[in-house]
């Protein structure tokens, strides 16, 4: 296969009340699933899942959406709810013909993954749970970030200087590790995203719980557990995995902080063909971790960056994939 075939552009969809949702429509084979992919809080679809584009779309039709007010999808949410994220993607699945798909989603993707299969049970055949958990209420952290996160969300709606900076604030903690070019792309994509949206999404994301009916989920289930995780401590995953009685447990070992030099691309491709076949392996297996590395394209308008199936501090847990254009016009489809 020629790289530029992997290359699909940035569409957009309009939806009721201008708002928008941005895209990548990958086709797979004929007749293949499709998947739905589901970025953290803060990111993109190119930054979170684009490495993992070339090697799923060898057997499934890849989505690749940025979610309400994130990247290119429209202007800052300062009201944002898991919920309506989740109305949104199958709002995107109906406009593009889809009647079901297995809702794959990282960190706070894996929420709305979640909120998928509660509210349109009928959309999800199946789900794939990356570096999750039920609640992010569990640390002492994360209790005191609940109850100042209301507060932070005001004070940022009535500062117009926080509206107009962008998540690459953040960035000396999620970018570490990454020089160069691939640095400026990593940072020229968080700032697609303004901290209006990150604060209102953390609101969101400490409000989340699915603990009185995570175990009734009867779809198959694959959790991605990262061992080392800094952000989604281990045991949490392993604890979501736990709650849901016929899913399939997958540890990815090895502790995944920045993005590394080294290339396993065999790893990644071996944990994403588990990750989708759920009922073909043991209920908790491991894959050595896979590190992301980079080089320059001839075409000096792309990235080439290989596979990785980690977690690289809620960042490029997914290094961006062959030949994925930095910008382009795409196209607009409009729903009635």
């Known amino acids: 296969m020629r790289s530029d075939a992997l290359i699909a552009r940035h569409e957009i969809l309009r939806l009721p009340g201008g708002r928008s949702i941005a895209y990548r429509d990958f086709p797979g084979p004929p007749g293949a699933e499709t998947v739905l992919l589901l970025h953290g809080i803060g990111m993109t679809a190119d930054l979170n899942w684009a490495g993992s584009f070339a090697t799923l779309?060898?057997?499934?039709?890849?989505?690749?959406?940025?979610?309400?007010?994130?990247?290119?999808?429209?202007?800052?949410?300062?009201?944002?709810?898991?919920?309506?994220?989740?109305?949104?993607?199958?709002?995107?699945?109906?406009?593009?013909?889809?009647?079901?798909?297995?809702?794959?989603?990282?960190?706070?993707?894996?929420?709305?993954?979640?909120?998928?299969?509660?509210?349109?049970?009928?959309?999800?055949?199946?789900?794939?749970?990356?570096?999750?958990?039920?609640?992010?209420?569990?640390?002492?952290?994360?209790?005191?970030?609940?109850?100042?996160?209301?507060?932070?969300?005001?004070?940022?709606?009535?500062?117009?200087?926080?509206?107009?900076?962008?998540?690459?604030?953040?960035?000396?903690?999620?970018?570490?590790?990454?020089?160069?070019?691939?640095?400026?792309?990593?940072?020229?994509?968080?700032?697609?995203?303004?901290?209006?949206?990150?604060?209102?999404?953390?609101?969101?994301?400490?409000?989340?719980?699915?603990?009185?009916?995570?175990?009734?989920?009867?779809?198959?289930?694959?959790?991605?557990?990262?061992?080392?995780?800094?952000?989604?401590?281990?045991?949490?995953?392993?604890?979501?995995?736990?709650?849901?009685?016929?899913?399939?447990?997958?540890m990815v070992e090895g502790a995944i902080t920045r993005c590394a030099s080294a290339t396993r691309p065999g790893s990644a491709r071996s944990c994403w063909k588990r990750a989708w076949a759920p009922r073909r392996h043991h209920p908790t297996e491991s894959v050595r971790h896979s590190t992301t590395t980079a080089w320059r394209a001839p075409n000096r308008s792309r990235w080439r960056l290989t596979t990785s199936c980690t977690r690289a501090n809620d960042s490029v847990s997914a290094a961006a994939a062959h030949n994925v254009s930095r910008s382009d016009p795409g196209m607009t489809v409009a729903v009635p």
């Open 57 to 250: 779309r060898q057997r499934l039709r890849v989505v690749a959406p940025d979610l309400r007010g994130h990247g290119r999808s429209g202007c800052p949410s300062p009201e944002f709810r898991l919920e309506d994220c989740a109305d949104d993607m199958v709002a995107l699945a109906k406009a593009l013909g889809i009647e079901r798909f297995i809702a794959t989603g990282y960190s706070m993707g894996g929420l709305i993954a979640q909120l998928l299969w509660r509210r349109h049970p009928e959309r999800t055949s199946r789900l794939v749970l990356c570096a999750s958990s039920r609640n992010f209420l569990g640390t002492p952290a994360e209790r005191w970030a609940s109850l100042f996160a209301p507060a932070f969300t005001v004070a940022v709606r009535m500062n117009p200087l926080w509206s107009a900076l962008g998540a690459g604030i953040l960035g000396p903690g999620l970018v570490n590790g990454l020089d160069g070019e691939l640095r400026q792309f990593a940072l020229a994509e968080l700032n697609r995203t303004s901290m209006t949206t990150v604060a209102a999404a953390l609101v969101a994301v400490s409000e989340f719980t699915s603990h009185e009916w995570i175990g009734q989920i009867d779809v198959p289930v694959s959790v991605l557990v990262t061992t080392h995780d800094t952000i989604v401590p281990a045991a949490r995953q392993r604890r979501l995995a736990g709650a849901i009685p016929h899913a399939t447990m997958l």
